[in-house]
């Protein structure tokens, strides 16, 4: 069993930078992808960031470069920073882990992006 536990959420204004982290605990056999989505109020859940256990990453398109996701040497715990906040990134955001064959979310951490 896979569990998700993320951190680093909170309140920026715009312009401001923020970093969420994400730990992975359990254990896996396969390869692994980590990322995030987020969940704007009122709106569906959408793609911000993924990487793979070879460093492939894939952002989603409103993130035009203000996005890093990384993961440390262990691949265990995946980062994302944020820089250039927009207050339309004021989402819930939620760590996935998807391995052998199932896909796994963290319970999500809030992040407000206003003046």
């Known amino acids: 069993q896979v569990t998700l536990l993320e951190s680093g959420g909170g309140w920026v204004r715009p312009g401001e930078s923020l970093r969420l982290s994400c730990v992975r605990s359990?254990?896996?056999?396969?390869?692994?992808?980590m990322g995030w989505y987020r969940q704007p109020p009122g709106k569906e859940r959408e793609m911000v960031a993924m990487i793979t256990d070879r460093g492939t990453t894939k952002y989603g398109d409103f993130v035009k470069g203000r996005f890093t996701i990384s993961t440390n040497n262990a691949e265990s715990t995946v980062y994302l920073q944020m820089t250039d906040m927009k207050p339309e990134d004021t989402a819930n955001y939620y760590c996935i882990t998807y391995t052998d064959d199932k896909l796994y979310w963290g319970q999500g951490t809030q992040v407000t992006v206003s003046s």
């Open positions: 359990g254990s896996t056999f396969g390869p692994v992808t």
